[in-house]
């Protein structure tokens, strides 16, 4: 079974501040996939990122950034110089041999001025 | 912009009845996925389509069901609808092994 894990449930930062979201997962499939998703207060769900299991490079994408550690099964997403913006839940998702996505529980960052 | 649309954003029905929520998935998408999302039970993967079959099952209620066309756009109906049942249900599209992406959400509420 798969399972992903987002430990922090809120975390709150004043803009301008750098904040890091964790993810662990757990799955037995070789080849997989980690996503992460933000969802605003308007309620979509929108796509940020999608890291295979074969590619631990870390990437950047303006603010955004990814550390995925295979060792620790850890595939962590760090804001720099949050904006109020930012304020929403970002979930980090998994799927692997099948092609549905494992969700975690979600954290809500709430950025404040 | 997601490409994936669905309808309606909004649902307000009374329990027992009966509701369709559709989905149009991203051009060229061949798989549809059905997630619901409630406060106690988080983001539930129910069910997958690809290019008209079912391809994956996931937390999906016997009183719940869905379909594929030949235009592959989607449709979800729920069925004895029971209080609980009241989520925001999303629909998502993908092309076979790539991200995701969905759409704004229909908000079922069951009074």
Redesign the interface.
């Known amino acids: 079974a798969q399972k992903v894990t987002q430990a922090q449930t809120e975390i709150s930062v004043v803009e301008k501040e750098d904040v890091t979201l964790d993810c662990v997962y757990e799955t037995r499939d070789t080849t997989y996939?980690l996503?992460w998703?933000k969802q605003p207060p308007?309620?979509?769900?929108?796509?940020l990122i999608?890291r295979n299991s074969f590619d631990e490079q870390n990437e950047i994408s303006g603010r955004y950034s990814w550390n995925f550690q295979k060792s620790t099964s850890s595939f962590n997403f760090t804001i720099t110089a949050s904006q109020v913006v930012d304020s929403a839940v970002y979930?980090c998702a998994l799927t692997g041999a099948?092609?549905?996505?494992?969700?975690g529980?979600?954290t809500r960052l709430q950025v404040t001025l | 912009d997601?490409g994936v649309t669905q309808t309606p954003k909004h649902l307000i029905t009374a329990t027992g009845q009966r509701v369709t929520l559709r989905c149009s998935p991203r051009s060229g998408d061949l798989?549809v996925?059905w997630?619901q999302q409630s406060l106690d039970q988080?983001?539930q993967?129910l069910i997958?389509y690809y290019n008209g079959e079912e391809?994956?099952k996931?937390n999906i209620l016997e009183r719940f069901s869905a379909q594929q066309f030949p235009d592959l756009h989607s449709e979800l109906n729920l069925s004895s609808l029971e209080l609980g049942d009241s989520a925001?249900y999303?629909c998502?599209s993908?092309a076979?092994?790539?991200?995701?992406?969905?759409?704004?959400?229909t908000?079922l509420t069951v009074v």
């Open positions: 996939y996503f998703y308007s309620g979509e769900l929108v796509f999608r979930f099948a092609s549905k996505l494992t969700f529980t979600g | 997601s798989s996925y997630y988080g983001l993967f997958q391809r994956a996931g925001l999303f998502a993908s076979d092994n790539t991200e995701a992406f969905f759409g704004q959400g908000r």
